[in-house]
């Protein structure tokens, strides 16, 4: 963060400056908690040049939480290549990566911060939303997904959302712990669905080709088997008509 250094600056770089300054406070506090003093002060500039590029606090912190929207979409991109448990479980991780360096900023985010119900942030959220829902499905080899297929995905990925804004209220689940259980969540949600929907079965028995049991996909059909183990029916053999 630049401190205390005055230098001169063309507009575009001037601006890029105060956005990057105002996400790193914007990352470590909660937008509410910083003030423009604060954003002038660690931009090495007046309170009135701080206005002089944006009209207020507001617009500022829009043009922040933009460039934060679009740098937590890119985490979701990863190589179509090799075991798709393992795909998503390095998809989580830069996932955990941004919440953990962004807390307050990806919390503001998600739940609108200032800005609660503006059109502008809520349009930003979508955004992300849907980038995440179209690399999902990319990973899957589909382009158009049956119903059925297409809430389980939109489901998943609110559930990431869901579950990172709890991790963040207190960290108590260690993060890769929860990074493997959302994998796994994606499997369930995804069984669930094929269960009851050939479509979906479909796309989902070719998305699984080569994964391995050592995968976190494999991993849950382990600790399932074990666990239904108990319930599973035992069909009782026919008597013989001779008998």
């Known amino acids: 963060m630049t401190t205390g250094v005055r230098r001169r ?67 979701f991109r990863e190589p179509h290549e090799g075991p798709l448990g393992l795909r998503l479980l390095r998809v989580m991780g830069r996932f955990f990566d941004f919440v953990d360096e962004h807390g307050p900023g990806f919390s503001a985010l998600m739940r609108g911060g200032p800005s609660a ?14 980038a995440a829902y179209e690399e999902i499905l990319a990973h899957l080899r ?49 069984a669930v669905g094929a269960a009851y929907d050939e479509e979906t079965a479909e796309v989902i028995s070719r998305a699984l080709e080569g ?7 494999g991993d849950l059909a382990a600790r399932l088997l074990v666990l239904a183990a108990p319930v599973v029916p035992v069909v009782p053999r026919q008597r013989s008509r001779q008998a």
Not at 18 to 33: K, M, Q, T, Y
Not at 123 to 128: G, H, L, W
């Open 9 to 75: 600056m063309g507009v575009k770089e001037r601006r890029e400056q105060l956005i990057g300054v105002a996400l790193e406070l914007f990352s470590s506090r909660s937008p509410d908690e910083v003030s423009i003093d604060e954003i002038a002060q660690a931009a090495g500039i007046s309170r009135p040049l701080v206005y002089h590029y944006f009209p207020g606090k507001q617009s500022l912190y829009e043009a922040a939480l933009r460039r934060a929207a679009d740098e937590l979409a890119t985490r």
């Open 117 to 130: 119900g503006s059109t502008t942030t809520n349009a930003m959220v979508d955004e992300v939303r849907k």
């Open 142 to 190: 589909v382009d158009r997904p049956p119903v059925r297929l297409a809430l389980v995905v939109r489901s998943w990925v609110s559930l990431a959302e869901t579950t990172a804004l709890l991790w963040l209220d207190g960290r108590e689940v260690p993060r890769a712990e929860l990074e493997r259980k959302l994998v796994q969540d994606f499997a369930a949600l995804c």
């Open 211 to 217: 994964e391995t049991a050592r995968g976190p996909f």
